[in-house]
């Protein structure tokens, strides 16, 4: 592959001109002053109805004294000056300014397809259910018969794979990177009973998740090769099967100006495309036996393409990081008044 343009000096002129035809001001590396009020303003927001809203009730019971004027001083100018930092160092060191013109560059020269952002994209997978983004920007397309495509999405990567036919709801987490799914950021956490045990090293690498009674589809799915590939090239990836999809995920972008994370990108896509044309042949045994009218037919006929209602989606449970927010917002919203009320009329 052609790697010059991801690494060679570019022309400023021609990034400018790239970046005002195509990338709208509110994104990152444009439009700072105005983000960075938009920062502010959340922050005071969030320091009123945390903070100054329970203790303008307090003083008004005469239950609070009011701080003094440097305490008040010290407080908000801690609130302003930690968004503001964070955003004026994070963009004096953010090589992304470039990246969209040295993306669209290193596509046209290698035959790749650049979609650019695709707004709200509608995909069945848990990163676009659980977490939620504007836009998929940049969106690449990988020229040939099957659709494979390659964004970033919420700050994550991912690669959406078309296949032939519906399948069942099958996780498979990456224990070395713990991103979309099972980490501690991750809203999506399937239920451990579910978890089918794996033989030899791919257990200590991979957890796979499966509905019940899918433990042998799971298994032709996953076979030792597949599961052989993903220990050697996608082991920073987390996979799902959802529907007629398999997406892959990352911890972080996947669409960048770093030519070692292309090179091993699309020699794992190449490698799976080919094995995912295996799958095409699986059938779901609970629906054979009857029609799409219901009624009953011969044994010997394969069952039609499709999953039973009892694959197509795993059982979840409240993740970490959900069940915490939820305790603190109960807290706030309960405990906080309740005492409140408690001190005011004692």
Request: aromatic share 12%; net charge negative.
């Amino acid at each position: 592959m052609d790697f010059s343009a991801l690494t060679d000096p570019v022309d400023r002129a021609a990034v400018k001109a790239y970046n005002k035809r195509h990338i709208p001001r509110w994104s990152v590396g444009r439009g700072a002053p105005l983000l960075t009020v938009a920062l502010i303003m959340m922050t005071l927001s969030a320091v009123w109805f945390v903070f100054f809203v329970p203790v303008l009730i307090l003083a008004h019971l005469d239950l609070w004294t009011w701080p003094e004027l440097w305490e008040i001083m010290i407080t908000a100018l801690a609130a302003v000056a930690i968004p503001v930092t964070w955003r004026y160092v994070n963009s004096a060191w953010d090589p992304r300014v470039e990246s969209p013109y040295r993306v669209h560059e290193f596509t046209k020269a290698n035959g790749l397809i650049y979609v650019g952002r695709e707004y709200e994209p509608q995909y069945p997978g848990i990163l676009f259910t659980k977490w939620r983004s504007k836009a998929a920007d940049p969106t690449i397309h990988l020229p040939g018969g099957r659709f494979v495509e390659i964004a970033n999405y919420s700050g994550r990567g991912y690669v959406a794979i078309r296949l032939d036919a519906p399948l069942p709801h099958i996780v498979l987490d990456g224990l070395a990177e713990r991103g979309v799914v099972g980490g501690r950021e991750s809203m999506f956490v399937p239920d451990p009973d579910q978890r089918l045990r794996l033989e030899g090293e791919f257990d200590q690498h991979f957890g796979l998740y499966c509905p019940a009674g899918y433990e042998r589809d799971a298994l032709y799915l996953f076979a030792p090769d597949i599961m052989a590939r993903f220990i050697d090239t996608a082991a920073r990836l987390d996979a799902e099967i959802i529907d007629d999809w398999l997406f892959l995920y990352a911890k972080g972008p996947l669409v960048t100006v770093d030519p070692d994370t292309w090179t091993w990108l699309l020699a794992t896509v190449r490698a799976l495309s080919k094995k995912v044309d295996q799958w095409a042949r699986w059938r779901d045994d609970n629906l054979a036996g009857t029609d799409s009218a219901g009624e009953q037919i011969p044994e010997v006929l394969t069952p039609p393409p499709g999953v039973g209602d009892d694959g197509r989606r795993l059982r979840e449970v409240t993740s970490r990081r959900t069940a915490v927010i939820l305790a603190f917002g109960v807290c706030y919203l309960v405990v906080v008044p309740v005492l409140i009320l408690v001190f005011a009329f004692r």
